[in-house]
């Protein structure tokens, strides 16, 4: 099975209407020009992370993939999110899926300047 960089999470955005949520990108070649995003306010379930894959233009390019491994990560990087107040946005870029193992290749966490109990 080859490794496929397909996906960028980034968790969570602070949005002072929406609060907390989850953004979904697909990468690829033409990812600039599609402008192909998918949010949900946060905290999301597996039928949300399921929808957002199938909501992106190019979601075909998912199929080689079992979907509920990169469903289970948004999930488990929002509940992070959620659960740690402090944390601003947590940035996944690439997240490589082999079959159904989600391995982040890189990842940055930015936390807020506010100080939390």
């Given amino acids: 099975m080859r490794l496929m ?3 960028y999470a980034t968790i969570p955005i602070g949005d002072p209407q929406f609060g907390r949520c989850v953004m979904f990108v ?3 070649s033409f990812t600039e020009s599609l402008n ?3 949010l949900r306010v946060d905290p999301i379930e597996m039928y949300d992370a399921l929808e957002m894959m199938n909501e992106i233009k190019d979601h075909r390019i998912l199929d080689a993939v079992d979907r509920e491994a990169p469903g289970k990560s948004l999930m488990a990087l ?3 999110g959620l659960e740690h107040k402090q944390i601003r946005e947590i940035d996944v870029n690439p997240m490589i899926v082999r079959g159904s193992l989600p391995v982040a290749a890189h990842a940055l966490v930015v936390l807020r300047k506010e100080e939390y109990p």
């Fill in 26 to 28: 697909l990468r690829g």
């Fill in 36 to 38: 192909d995003v998918c």
């Fill in 78 to 80: 929002g509940t992070i």
């Fill in 5 to 7: 960089d397909i996906l």
